[in-house]
């Protein structure tokens, strides 16, 4: 549990961004084609033990993914960065949303 916390203490946009980087091939294998960070940590203002890490996945056009291959997907990525991630399909996303994750997003790849 003490590891945990030290490691979410150290997390910010740019250890996060790296990680992703890190684990392209893994997740563009698994179907992503780009994986936008947004949210308080793409801010800079995550209160890092209560804010969960949001990315936006771009899929594969034609990929079709379950809701277990997405869920796999998010708890992939929460078990990479040792924080809970909150993983939102690009085509899901509603006006408001889109326009504020457009105006903050830090594109992993």
Same mark, same amino acid.
Request: charged content about 30%; hydrophobic content about 45%.
């Given at each position: 549990?003490?590891?945990?916390? $030290?490691?979410?203490?150290?997390?910010? $946009?740019?250890?996060?961004i790296?990680r992703?980087?890190?684990?392209e091939?893994?997740l $563009?294998?698994?179907g992503?084609e780009?994986?936008?960070?947004?949210g @308080?940590?793409?801010r800079?203002?995550?209160?890092?033990?209560?804010?969960?890490?949001d990315? +936006?996945?771009? #899929?594969?056009?034609?990929?079709?993914? @379950?809701?277990?291959?997405?869920v796999? +997907?998010e708890?992939?990525?929460?078990?990479?960065l040792?924080i809970r991630?909150?993983? @939102?399909?690009? @085509?899901?996303? $509603?006006e408001?949303v889109?326009?504020?994750?457009?105006?903050?997003? +830090?594109?992993a #790849?």
């Amino acid at each position: 549990m003490r590891e945990n916390v $030290k490691q979410v203490a150290a997390m910010d $946009k740019s250890t996060i961004i790296a990680r992703l980087r890190a684990h392209e091939s893994e997740l $563009k294998a698994a179907g992503i084609e780009h994986l936008p960070l947004h949210g @308080s940590y793409a801010r800079g203002t995550a209160v890092r033990e209560l804010s969960d890490v949001d990315v +936006i996945a771009e #899929f594969t056009p034609g990929r079709r993914l @379950s809701l277990p291959d997405m869920v796999a +997907i998010e708890d992939r990525l929460t078990e990479m960065l040792g924080i809970r991630v909150d993983l @939102s399909p690009a @085509s899901g996303l $509603k006006e408001p949303v889109t326009a504020q994750a457009a105006r903050e997003a +830090i594109v992993a #790849f």
